[in-house]
C-alpha cells in the first residue's frame, strides 16, 4: 500500500479516536461539579486560543504577522458596533484581501 | 444568518430553547464559504504533492479535519515521510480530545451513536454550537457539521478534478475570516468574569508555546486554562 493511502487510513481513525474520545467517556453520567465548572470553561480556553493560532500561526509552526491581523480588527471593531457574525467575517475577508492587495 | 442572541442563563442547567438541525445549518452558512474555497485549495495542493484525485477527498470525509490535512499533504509533498506526516496531522487534532470533552454532555444515546455524532465536531461547527452558558448544542453542532463536511469535501473533489480553474482563498482574505468567527463567537462567553480569564488564560499559553512548539500544541495546552473554572466553583 502506498504511503499516501497509510496516511489517508491512519490519520483518518486517529481522528475518529480523538473525536470520539470524550463523548465516550462522559457517556451517562454527569461529571463532578468541579469537573463540570472546568469543562464549562473550556469552551473560551479553547476559543481564544484558536483566535491567536488562527490570526498569527506561520504555516510550520511560530508566529507570521500578515494581513491576517488586519482582518482580525477589522472583525473586532465590528463585534464592537455589534454587527452580526456574517458582517464581522466578511469585515475580515474582506480588510484581509484589501490589504494584501495594496501591499 | 440567526443572529446569537445573547441572554442570561439563571443557572447552567436552564434548557435552552428548541434549536433545529436547520439552525445549525444557517448558523455555519458563512463559513461554509470559506470551508468550500479552502477546500479547493487542499484538493490541488493534495493533487500537486502527488495524493492522487480519491485519496485527498476519501481524507476529507474521514479525517474532516482542514489543518491536518494541509500538514499531510505538505509534508508527503515535500517528501518528509510517511511517520513525519502521520505525527504532525495526530498531533495537529490532539485539540479534538479537549474539545469534545467540552462538548460530550450534549451527547446521547448508544456508544455507536455518540461516536457518530461526534465526527462532524471540527472547530467550526462547535464554534457555533456553543451556548452562553459554556455547554454545546447537540442539534446545532450536527447541522453545522453536516453542512461543513459537505463544503469541504465537495471543495476537495473540486480542486482535485478542476483545480486549474479557482482564485487562491488567500487572495480573497478568506483565511482571516476563521480568527474572526472564533472571536465573534468568544465574546458573549466572556461577559462572565471567570470565562473571561479562562480565555485570556488559553490565549497567553499559545502566545507563549506558539514559538517553541509544532503547530497544535500550544491549542491542546491552552485548554489547562479550564482549571480556572474548577478553582473558581464555590
Known sequence: MSAVWISVIVVGLATIAIKAAGPLLLARR???PRAQAA????????????VVTQALGGPDGGFAVDARLAGLAA???????????????????????LVRLVG | MARRTVRRLPDAQAPEPGRTYLDGVR???????AALAFGVSFGV?????????VAPVVMSVTT????????????LGAGGGLVTAIVAA????????????????????PWWRRVLTAQMIVDES????????????????????????????????????AGDLVADPESLGLDAAFPALFLALLWPQVRERSRLLAALGGAAIALVLMPFTGPGVPIVAASLACLIGARRQP
Open chain 2, 27 to 33: 448558523a455555519a452558512a458563512p463559513i461554509g464559504v
Open chain 2, 64 to 75: 474532516f479535519a482542514g489543518s491536518a490535512q494541509f500538514a499531510v499533504a505538505s509534508i
Open chain 1, 30 to 32: 454527569s461529571p463532578p
Open chain 1, 39 to 50: 469543562l464549562e470553561h473550556l469552551a473560551p480556553a479553547l476559543l481564544a486560543a484558536l
Open chain 2, 90 to 109: 495526530v498531533l495537529l487534532n490532539l485539540r479534538y480530545g479537549p474539545i469534545g470533552l467540552s462538548a460530550a454532555t450534549a451527547f446521547e444515546g
Open chain 2, 45 to 53: 495542493l493534495a493533487r500537486a504533492a502527488g495524493m492522487g484525485r
Open chain 2, 126 to 161: 462547535w464554534a457555533v454550537a456553543q451556548r452562553d452558558d459554556g455547554r454545546i448544542d447537540r442539534h446545532l453542532l450536527i447541522g453545522a457539521g453536516l453542512l461543513l463536511l459537505v463544503c469541504w469535501t465537495a471543495g476537495t473533489a473540486i480542486g482535485a478534478f
Open chain 1, 75 to 97: 472583525g473586532a471593531a465590528a463585534l464592537l458596533l455589534r454587527a452580526p457574525l456574517l458582517v464581522v467575517i466578511t469585515a475580515a475577508a474582506v480588510t484581509a484581501a
